[in-house]
């Protein structure tokens, strides 16, 4: 049997990095004028970066994502990293060819600080006195990350959903630093209705008794909170379409109904399936942050207006939506496609017609990956640094 | 259709296309039209396809496209964004050419279309000797399986024009990529291009396409 280090195509077993910033002296400041350090990131690099630095690749990750885009934690690991179809030697995002990095967010629980870690001031894990934090710092945190790895310009800054929007915040705040940026299902702003679900899992996690104000640390988790959280989020992922392709109206261990309250139905049982799941990898407080700084993102209001968002930036625009994607529609990128035309900017779009909703970006790779890998090939090809 | 036809044509259109404009071609399928306009005139360019695989040859390419449906018109781009905007054999193929039209002289500062002349006097006689629907080289489908829904002759072409206020301000003749004068075209050109002009340039028409004219 092929090990983890030899499978064709795959990176092979990752060993993530860190990087600790910010002192008294020099904290991190962030959007809302509150200050914190230090700050651990959480990274891992693939491939090599190549001595002129002009080929790193900045792949941005999902609410519920982490560092680990490629290949195997060990090599026991059975799952590889939530992106590995996209990364990895002849792959679209091709370590062959390109420096690719990625590292956790700032208020995530996967290593990078956030409310779970212990505060060096107090000894003790943040909780609720962690600040809140926005995607713009997010993408402030990962810039000192680019500058601790010397690279002083992306070839592209990369995401799907929660990771577009950090890719857009990073064409616009450092204009200079972005050669392209892939936004893949993402929205210039969150929507009431986007507010809305994410106010719904916040309720989940506080109402959960465990939950005891954030302080839950060493103690019982808010696990049934954090569940129904994840269950809620999982529905927006989906589709109509796929979700009845999926389960239909099946049950789950049994031919008829028994008309009792152990008739379940495939997809109940997929969501508490993906629910519990969820609460073995992902912290309570971390949800809690983390859908705030989604709700804060409007683009309009930072700029003024989307066309004044974009209006500095230099990098070069490729924007995908997916077709059955009702939580950032098609209508919210081709929003900023206009914005961006109107202010005169280098953007192409593809709206993909796929069946799989907002999670399509993690589904689709075969597409996706020829459209990426053309359009970082001819941008290299290209690239005079 | 053929290539080297396809080039002729790409030609004439480049001739009318001074250096530097802003160009928006719509249904620029693999985007050979735009790349010409880029190496040979250094146009801004941006191309318009509904087809999937299309944009990933644009993208490819380097060219800037956005998949999209002509048929939904083009509400979101801004008057005069574009100092042209083209739709080259492409025309016959939309839901409603009246929309596009409309909306490509609104948008465009000039418009530039082509396409296969339906008069032209070869595919007339197949319709009138063999009393069968005409296929030729440059429209090569059966009635059944054509994609082209929208067939028209200059002549009809010059008409609506005229009906939506549309100046011609040029017109080029091709008879199989060789120009003819413009008298002979309706009957014997194969393939006519337009230089076009909204009545008064700047002006919005998407107010009668709202209201749905007539004609739409």
Known sequence: ?385 | MHTNLSERVFQEIAQLIPSGSRVLDLGCAEGDLLELLSRTKQVKGMGVDIDEKMVLHCVARGISVFQGNLDEGLRDYQTASYDYVILSRTLQVVHKPVLILKEMVRVGKHAIVNFPNFGYLPIRLQLLLKGQMPVTPSLPFQWYDTPNIHLCTKKDFLNLCKVLGIRILQEINLWNGKRIPPFLGNAWATEVCFLLQGSSEGQSYVESIDSRSSLS
């Open chain 1, 1 to 385: 049997m092929a090990t983890r280090t030899t499978l064709e195509g795959s990176v092979g077993i990752v060993t993530p990095k860190e990087y600790t910033f910010g002192s008294a002296a020099d904290p991190l400041e962030l959007e809302s004028g509150r200050t914190i350090y230090p700050v651990t990131v959480r990274y891992e690099t693939y491939g090599t970066l190549n001595r002129e630095k002009s080929n790193a690749v900045l792949i941005l990750h999902a609410f519920s994502g982490d560092a680990h885009v490629a290949g195997y934690k060990t090599e026991q690991d059975r799952y590889p990293g939530w992106w590995d179809p996209m990364v990895g030697p002849g792959k679209p995002f091709d370590t062959n060819k390109y420096f690719v990095i990625c590292s956790n967010v700032l208020g995530g629980c996967q290593g990078t600080t956030g409310p779970s870690s212990v505060n060096p001031l107090t000894g003790k894990p943040y909780g609720l006195s962690f600040p809140l934090i926005t995607i713009g710092d997010m993408v402030k945190v990962q810039r000192y990350l680019i500058d601790h790895l010397g690279i002083q310009r992306l070839l592209t800054v990369v995401g799907g959903s929660m990771g577009g929007m950090q890719a857009l915040e990073w064409a616009i705040a450092y204009p200079e630093r972005v050669r392209s940026a892939i936004v893949i299902a993402a929205t210039p702003r969150l929507t009431a209705q986007g507010i809305a679900f994410n106010a719904v899992g916040r309720n989940a996690i506080t109402s959960d008794p465990n939950w005891n104000g954030g302080d839950y640390y060493g103690k019982a988790i808010p696990s049934r909170g954090l569940a129904i959280a994840r269950m809620i989020g999982h529905i927006t992922y989906l589709s109509e379409q796929s979700m009845h392709d999926k389960f239909g109206r099946r049950l789950q261990n049994r031919e008829q109904y028994a008309f009792d309250f152990n008739d379940q139905f495939a997809v109940e049982s997929y969501l508490e399936y993906q629910g519990d799941k969820f609460v073995e990898r992902f912290d309570a407080n971390s949800y809690i942050y983390i859908s705030r700084a989604m709700d804060y993102f409007n683009l309009d209001e930072k700029y003024g207006s989307l066309e004044a968002a974009f209006r500095k930036t230099k990098a070069k625009f490729l924007i995908v939506s997916f077709t059955s994607d009702w939580l950032y529609p098609p209508k919210q990128s081709k929003e900023m496609v206009f914005a961006l035309m109107k202010e005169g900017k280098d953007v192409s779009y593809a709206e993909l017609d796929c069946p799989y909703g907002h999670d399509s970006f993690l589904i689709e790779t075969e597409r996706q990956g020829k459209l990426f890998s053309s359009f970082l090939e001819n941008l290299y090809a290209h690239e005079s640094f």
